[in-house]
């Protein structure tokens, strides 16, 4: 579909568009374009942007990753459908490894989403080797599998778009989990150590620029910055910065309302 440039909403149809490819493609499922329309809706809340204290969050998220011993990019059909370079050049830029991480998991799917990745540069693909298999445990059915030598054995872990099971169990496992995610109502943002309340794709290049920003940084400072930041009092802004922002907006439609009525 053409989508004309001067469309108010161009950017969020062009996303749209490209999951419905990767749906026909194989590498989107239907549940997660019901995760995107999720998605869509808080950013529409947040205004489309990336708001002040999703920038703070990115800043500790970055400091993490350089801090990592070993840190792991997990992937699912919707990341690698709309960042898939961005993917490659933070795993590069962070030392990170590449993992397919799939809630619903076929071997097609998990091979149309490693040929993506491909495509955009990744050299190495994890979480496709049926040998390289291992679980987490306390999950059921296939959404335990992982790399042994990826999310298995990683201390850092970037879960953009992961469901609340998961990361609560990363979590269990004594990881720290970084999380991408518009909602922050959702049991994902409520559990990861760092939520980034923000557009996959506006947050990816942000966090990339920001890991090669901090990379010269004294890793002690990096350490009392990450240690400094308390999720669960960012996330209470974020959804305050929500609440406040409908106000402003319901007065001054109310305003606009009233006007209207009195020129009438
Ligand atoms: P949870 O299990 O964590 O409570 P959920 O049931 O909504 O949440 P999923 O469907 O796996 O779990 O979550 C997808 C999440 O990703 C949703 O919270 C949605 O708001 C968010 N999301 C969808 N698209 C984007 C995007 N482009 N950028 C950031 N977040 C997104």
């Known amino acids: 579909m053409e989508i004309p440039r001067s469309h ?5 149809l062009r996303i749209r568009e490209a999951l419905k490819k990767g749906f026909e493609e194989g590498l989107v499922v239907e549940q997660g374009l019901m995760a995107h329309g999720r998605g869509e809706a808080f950013d529409y809340l947040l205004g489309e942007k990336t708001i002040p204290l999703a920038a703070d969050a990115i800043k500790i998220a970055a400091a993490a990753l350089l801090l990592a011993d070993k840190p792991v990019i997990s992937v699912n059909g919707n990341v690698a459908v ?12 962070a030392g990170a490894k590449i993992e397919v991480n799939l809630f619903y998991r076929t071997p097609q799917r998990e091979k149309a989403i490693e040929k993506r990745l491909r495509s955009a540069g990744a050299r190495e693909v994890l979480g496709v080797d049926p040998s390289a298999t291992a679980e ?11 790399d042994q030598k990826g999310i298995l054995v990683a201390d850092v872990v970037l879960v953009p778009l992961e469901d609340g099971d998961r990361t609560e169990t990363l979590r269990r496992l004594g990881k720290t989990v970084i999380t991408i995610d518009l909602n922050p109502l959702s049991r994902t943002a409520q559990t990861a150590s760092v939520t980034i309340v923000d557009n996959l794709v506006r947050a ?19 350490r009392k910055t990450v240690e400094q930041f308390d999720n669960r009092v960012n996330l209470g802004k974020c959804i305050s ?15 606009m309302s009233d006007n209207s009525n009195g020129e009438q």
């Open 82 to 93: 709309l960042t898939p370079k961005e993917v490659v050049d933070l795993a590069e830029a």
């Open 8 to 12: 108010p909403r161009a950017e969020s």
């Open 204 to 222: 990816m290049p942000l966090l990339i620029k920001e890991v090669n920003r901090l990379r010269g940084e004294k890793p002690d400072l990096l």
């Open 136 to 146: 987490l445990p306390g999950l059921e059915s296939l959404r335990r599998k992982v």
């Open 241 to 255: 910065y929500i609440a406040e922002r409908l106000m402003h907006i319901s007065k001054s439609t109310g305003k």
